[in-house]
């Protein structure tokens, strides 16, 4: 029997913690598994704790845990992972998220799989509908499997393992410094009280991934918090049953995988060339000699691509000849390029799969606020 446990993370919102027990009592369990609700201090500590006092587990122990002062979310979150000396893997959810029934039969399938994978940092019940560093729409490709792989740790339903939770503790020990990193600059703005910033700038270091379903099994209320406002952008649709026998890769190298920027990394093996950076959200601002980008750049275009395949790396893979996505060779003098239309307005209207002028235009403003604010974790 996998040894895991349920780890909670509550501060002041009471509601939203009574809905994510909800969620976690209607969820199917074929073993025993221990709940542990961890509680901050806030001014309603003493509501906090007593409902969580009357939480009824029927699949194993109930365990509150408390703080004597005020953490912080990064702190809590970390004591948290303390937690793991007890237990081999421990699925952490914060308060504002809601599971799907089927979540810990994926959580056990993903664990026996990828436990003593080292190429693996975790395991998201979450998956991402926008890039979050670009404010666009995130399409990954299909194919047979029913996970990929992603460079971007989550904190929106996650599994922590032992031996892998450790890893990242000893790494920070290490005392990276994370603005001589190539990540993107949206986490290098995030506050040091973001926990996530780290676990983020150590997958994309040492190269480690998280493992990501095709159907979400948790998904994220993002109610305001400490971190967060009142948002319903990164809603997502969860799995209402339960699945069994996932379809898996055996590695990371037989699926689709993408990087720290959410750029698909399987795409360089169609391009005839090693020194490649694919930069088709164009976040990133560290480039090799042939860059492959959506952005309109002076350098020499060795091919274009068209964007009308889902997503768009697959116009890249057929060879869809056209406009829109550009390789080029930035190892050669700079010289003008004519492009004939402005590419920001074509790749809106490409990945928010829009033609009204009107739409256009209150996208082009929430990107604009996006950009300015910024996403706070």
Excluded at 143 to 172: C, E, P, T
Excluded at 311 to 325: Q, T
């Amino acid at each position: 029997m996998i040894n895991v446990a349920i780890v909670v993370i509550t501060y002041n919102r009471l509601d939203s913690l009574k809905r994510l027990i909800h969620s976690l009592l209607l969820a199917n369990y074929d073993d025993q598994v221990d709940l542990i609700v961890s509680i901050d201090r806030s001014d309603i500590f003493e509501k906090m704790y007593n409902y969580a006092s009357t939480i009824q587990w029927p699949h194993g122990k109930v365990e509150i845990r408390t703080t004597p002062v005020r953490l912080g979310l990064k702190q809590h979150v970390m004591r948290c992972g303390e937690i793991l000396q007890s237990y081999e893997h421990i699925v952490v959810l914060e308060d504002d998220l809601y599971v799907s029934p089927g979540f810990y039969q994926y959580t056990k399938e993903m664990i026996v799989k990828y436990e003593a994978d080292d190429d693996i940092a975790g395991i998201s019940l979450y998956n991402y509908p926008r890039n979050q560093y670009a404010n666009l729409p995130f399409y990954p490709q299909q194919d047979k499997f029913d996970v990929y792989f992603m460079k971007i740790a989550s904190s929106w339903g996650q599994v922590w393992s032992r031996h892998k939770w450790q890893s990242f503790l000893n790494w920070l020990q290490e005392d990276k410094k994370l603005e001589d990193m190539h990540i993107p600059m949206h986490i290098k703005r995030w506050d040091d009280k973001s926990w996530l910033k780290f676990h983020h700038a150590y997958c994309a270091l040492e190269n480690k991934y998280f493992v990501y379903p095709r159907v979400a099994l948790s998904t994220n209320f993002s109610e305001p918090g400490e971190h967060a406002s009142l948002d319903s952008t990164y809603q997502v649709e969860i799995l209402k049953d339960i699945k069994h026998d996932y379809k898996l890769p055996n590695s990371i190298h037989e699926a689709i995988r993408y990087d720290e920027f959410f750029e698909n990394e399987n795409i360089k093996e169609t391009i005839p060339y090693h020194n490649v950076s694919i930069d088709l959200y164009g976040q990133k601002y560290l480039y090799n000699q042939y860059v492959l980008s959506t952005k309109q750049l002076n350098f020499e275009i060795v091919e274009s691509y068209a964007l009308r395949m889902k997503p768009w790396e697959a116009n890249v893979i057929a060879g869809v000849k056209g406009e829109g996505i550009y390789l080029y060779n930035i190892g050669k003098r700079e010289f003008k390029n004519r492009f004939k239309v402005d590419n920001n307005v074509v790749v809106y209207k490409y990945l928010f799969r829009i033609n009204s002028p009107r739409e256009i235009f209150y996208i082009l403003i929430s990107q604009i606020k996006g950009k300015f604010f910024g996403l706070k974790k």
